[in-house]
Nanobody, 123 residues
């Protein structure tokens, strides 16, 4: 049974930083495409960052240079370091995995998501 459990959300002022973590279980962690998506109130869910089985990374243009995705294959954890946060980053952030893919070729097309964690950035 696939489980993805996020932690680390919260409230911060613009310009601040937060680090999200995701504890994963129930599948072969190191060999699957993983990532983070977010959904702001009234908007569709969008991909933020992904990391493939070879640790190749991809970022949405809106977060490039500010967010860093990383994973620890020994601990089965996925992190998202978010710096220089802006009010428009306010959203529920979801840890995600694509059980069908190693290389993230689907461009933020994930098969499973965690329950989400709220990030609120005030101006």
């Amino acid at each position: 049974q696939v489980q993805l459990v996020e932690s680390g959300g919260g409230s911060v002022q613009a310009g601040g930083s937060l680090r999200l973590s995701c504890a994963a279980s129930g599948y072969s962690f190191s060999s699957r495409c993983m990532g983070w998506s977010r959904q702001a109130s009234g908007k569709e869910r969008e991909g933020v960052a992904s990391i493939n089985g070879g640790s190749g990374v991809r970022y949405a243009d809106s977060v490039k240079g500010r967010f860093t995705i990383s994973k620890d294959n020994a601990k089965n954890t996925l992190d998202l370091q978010m710096n220089s946060l802006k009010p428009e980053d306010t959203a529920i952030y979801y840890c995600a995995v694509d059980l069908r893919s190693w290389d993230c070729s689907g461009a933020y097309s994930f098969s499973n998501w965690g329950q989400g964690t709220q990030v609120t950035v005030s101006s």
